[in-house]
């Protein structure tokens, strides 16, 4: 499971795979954007995301190119809305109507997905309330084409906000009467801040809002005319010499810059705070958990403790993974921590979640079908390969058997002909007729319990569910004669339906699965199944090669 962060400053990702059933950080790496190829969350330089991407891929060492992709700015808009108390499969439809009311782009522009996330408690109005995330189509379109020309495939679009509930926060643990508090994480970035309020889990409001810290540097950069390498040496470091009253009065100015940046950053977090608390249904806030490359800035914690009078504390992205065999030091582990929040969140929107709820995709609907049905062709035309082997084996194997028995059926014909046709010779014909007739018994014996095989497998093929394809198959005549197909299948549903198509088949009888095991590894079906053969598909070749016709 590998989540991809596309952010201001560079580009990210980490790797988790599960170690004794425990998520465990596998590998992760960076690769630095220059200035400007992302602003505010949106793709402005293809090329310098692209080549940067396939960078971080040469040297990070990740063993599979399938990524969860993560997007968040202001072309991202999550709302909270009812719906009428409806079957699962029927709110997607119901929201193309219904979802262009609470978002301000038009709705043929967007790609939408959702979470119920409760129900009202109005027994005479019953109402789904749903958790709404929408974005601007051509911006989903445009993370997917850097990464895709990068040469990575995107297996699910994820919100990145929702990415840090997964990673800051321990699953909730829903249990009857406990005070579940409700929290609030603050994911300060280098271009965006992103505000996110979660309960249990579920996320109740979130906003990304256009200004991080990279705000902070330009503003050093452009009022103290220097270069923006230096604005950010002096933001983080608030270095100078010791008795170069210059170089003192520089840190001076540049601490005024910070404070008042970082105040103006923490002011518009208050404003979105405030807004989320108005709501009627609003839960108070209990605790705010600070993270993002921004985060480290000095004196930042302290300002958003100061301002929202609520406890503030710097979270950590290992809360919920461990860490593999990495060659990295503890320093650095703590460096990189603030930046691993959202990839690690991202990579973990691949696990079941911990609670009954469907996880959110903004990957195109039109992408996924079209994704499907290369997967299906894809199959289709393995299991028709396999199934054109089985096939020829067979019959080569039989045809091999008799092709000798044709050839001395066809010289006792020609022979007998020729008695025919010479009166004087009755005495040889009779011995003759009774070699040919030894023979057509010969014959009839060895295609007493003959199999019209080819019958049997166009049939078999023409039954096979899309989603299941043969590894093995095995046909015996022995009476009664008997088939063992071994197969696979993408869930548990294709082997009940490749069971229902064997009976629909006239040459088999009495189909069954014997064995039916699911991959620990991915989402496939291993299982064996066996029939009998009917009556059927026992062939008349017999009959032919006594007339002569075969």
Same mark, same amino acid.
């Given at each position: 499971?590998?989540?991809?962060?596309?952010?201001?400053?560079?580009?990210?990702?980490?790797?988790?795979?599960?170690?004794?059933?425990?998520?465990?950080?596998?590998?992760?790496?960076?690769?630095?954007?220059?200035?400007?190829?992302?602003?505010?969350?949106?793709?402005?330089?293809?090329?310098?995301?692209?080549?940067?991407?396939?960078?971080?891929?040469?040297?990070?060492?990740?063993?599979?190119?399938?990524?969860?992709?993560?997007?968040?700015?202001?072309?991202?808009?999550?709302?909270?809305?009812?719906?009428?108390?409806?079957?699962?499969?029927?709110?997607?439809?119901?929201?193309?109507?219904?979802?262009?009311?609470?978002?301000?782009?038009?709705?043929?522009?967007?790609?939408?997905?959702?979470?119920?996330?409760?129900?009202?408690?109005?027994?005479?109005?019953?109402?789904?309330?749903?958790?709404?995330?929408?974005?601007?189509?051509?911006?989903?379109?445009?993370?997917?084409?850097?990464?895709?020309?990068?040469?990575?495939?995107?297996?699910?679009?994820?919100?990145?906000?929702?990415?840090?509930?997964?990673?800051?926060?321990?699953?909730?643990?829903?249990?009857?009467?406990?005070?579940?508090?409700?929290?609030?994480?603050?994911?300060?970035?280098?271009?965006?801040?992103?505000?996110?309020?979660?309960?249990?889990?579920?996320?109740?409001?979130?906003?990304?809002?256009?200004?991080?810290?990279?705000?902070?540097?330009?503003?050093?950069?452009?009022?103290?005319?220097?270069?923006?390498?230096?604005?950010?040496?002096?933001?983080?470091?608030?270095?100078?010499?010791?008795?170069?009253?210059?170089?003192?009065?520089?840190?001076?100015?540049?601490?005024?810059?910070?404070?008042?940046?970082?105040?103006?950053?923490?002011?518009?977090?208050?404003?979105?705070?405030?807004?989320?608390?108005?709501?009627?249904?609003?839960?108070?806030?209990?605790?705010?958990?600070?993270?993002?490359?921004?985060?480290?800035?000095?004196?930042?914690?302290?300002?958003?403790?100061?301002? =929202? +009078?609520?406890?503030?504390? @710097?979270? &950590?992205?290992?809360?919920?993974? %461990?860490?593999?065999?990495?060659? *990295?030091?503890? !320093?650095?582990?703590?460096?990189?921590?603030?930046?691993?929040?959202?990839?690690?969140?991202?990579?973990?929107?691949?696990?079941?979640?911990?609670?009954?709820?469907?996880?959110?995709?903004?990957?195109?609907?039109?992408?996924?079908?079209?994704?499907?049905?290369?997967?299906?062709?894809?199959?289709?035309?393995?299991?028709?390969?396999?199934?054109?082997?089985?096939?020829?084996?067979?019959?080569?194997?039989?045809?091999?058997?008799?092709?000798?028995?044709?050839?001395?059926?066809?010289?006792?014909?020609?022979?007998?002909?020729?008695?025919?046709?010479? =009166? +004087?010779?009755?005495?040889? @014909?009779? &011995?003759?007729?009774?070699?040919? %007739?030894?023979?057509?018994?010969? *014959?009839?014996? !060895?295609?007493?319990?003959?199999?019209?095989?080819?019958?049997?497998?166009?049939?078999?093929?023409?039954?096979?569910?899309?989603?299941?394809?043969?590894?093995?198959?095995?046909?015996?005549?022995?009476?009664?004669?008997?088939?063992?197909?071994?197969?696979?299948?993408?869930?548990?549903?294709?082997?009940?339906?490749?069971?229902?198509?064997?009976?629909?088949?006239?040459?088999?009888?009495?189909?069954?699965?014997?064995?039916?095991?699911?991959?620990?590894?991915?989402?496939?079906?291993?299982?064996?199944?066996?029939?009998?053969?009917?009556?059927?598909?026992? +062939?008349?070749?017999?009959?032919?090669?006594?007339?002569?016709?075969?």
């Amino acid at each position: 499971m590998i989540g991809l962060d596309i952010g201001t400053f560079g580009v990210r990702a980490a790797e988790i795979s599960m170690v004794k059933g425990l998520p465990t950080l596998v590998s992760f790496g960076q690769v630095v954007l220059p200035p400007g190829a992302v602003h505010a969350g949106e793709i402005v330089d293809f090329q310098a995301v692209t080549e940067a991407i396939s960078e971080l891929w040469a040297l990070g060492g990740f063993s599979s190119k399938k990524v969860v992709l993560g997007v968040a700015n202001q072309l991202v808009f999550v709302r909270q809305m009812e719906l009428p108390v409806m079957p699962v499969e029927e709110i997607k439809t119901a929201l193309q109507f219904e979802a262009g009311e609470h978002i301000p782009i038009p709705i043929e522009d967007a790609v939408i997905d959702y979470q119920i996330i409760g129900q009202n408690d109005d027994q005479e109005d019953p109402k789904l309330k749903i958790l709404l995330v929408a974005a601007k189509k051509d911006m989903i379109e445009a993370y997917l084409e850097v990464v895709e020309k990068a040469g990575l495939g995107v297996q699910t679009i994820d919100f990145s906000p929702f990415g840090l509930i997964r990673s800051l926060l321990s699953p909730p643990v829903d249990v009857l009467g406990e005070d579940i508090s409700t929290n609030a994480i603050i994911g300060v970035g280098a271009g965006t801040t992103t505000l996110v309020v979660e309960r249990n889990g579920v996320p109740l409001f979130v906003r990304v809002l256009g200004i991080g810290a990279d705000s902070i540097t330009h503003s050093i950069a452009n009022e103290m005319n220097i270069n923006l390498d230096q604005a950010e040496d002096y933001k983080r470091r608030r270095r100078f010499i010791p008795g170069d009253l210059d170089q003192k009065s520089a840190m001076a100015k540049v601490e005024s810059i910070v404070a008042r940046d970082i105040e103006s950053l923490v002011i518009g977090v208050r404003g979105s705070i405030e807004y989320y608390q108005s709501q009627l249904d609003a839960q108070p806030i209990s605790n705010i958990l600070l993270s993002g490359g921004g985060s480290q800035l000095i004196g930042l914690c302290e300002a958003f403790s100061s301002k =929202l +009078s609520i406890p503030v504390r @710097l979270a &950590s992205a290992f809360t919920n993974v %461990s860490i593999g065999d990495l060659d *990295i030091s503890e !320093a650095e582990l703590d460096r990189v921590d603030p930046l691993l929040a959202v990839p690690i969140g991202l990579s973990l929107a691949l696990a079941p979640p911990e609670i009954s709820l469907q996880r959110i995709s903004l990957l195109p609907s039109a992408v996924s079908k079209e994704r499907l049905e290369r997967r299906n062709k894809a199959l289709l035309g393995v299991g028709l390969g396999v199934f054109t082997l089985i096939l020829l084996g067979i019959w080569g194997e039989q045809d091999l058997a008799l092709q000798s028995a044709n050839r001395q059926l066809a010289t006792l014909n020609s022979q007998n002909a020729n008695l025919e046709q010479s =009166l +004087s010779s009755y005495s040889g @014909l009779e &011995s003759l007729n009774s070699q040919i %007739s030894a023979q057509q018994a010969l *014959i009839k014996s !060895a295609l007493g319990n003959d199999v019209a095989w080819s019958n049997v497998l166009q049939s078999v093929a023409s039954q096979m569910p899309s989603n299941v394809w043969l590894t093995s198959f095995k046909g015996s005549t022995s009476s009664p004669g008997t088939v063992d197909i071994v197969a696979n299948g993408t869930s548990q549903f294709s082997t009940a339906k490749w069971l229902s198509r064997l009976s629909q088949i006239p040459y088999l009888t009495n189909p069954w699965v014997s064995s039916s095991t699911a991959s620990t590894t991915s989402s496939q079906v291993n299982f064996s199944s066996t029939a009998n053969l009917s009556l059927n598909a026992v +062939s008349n070749r017999a009959s032919k090669y006594m007339s002569g016709k075969l």
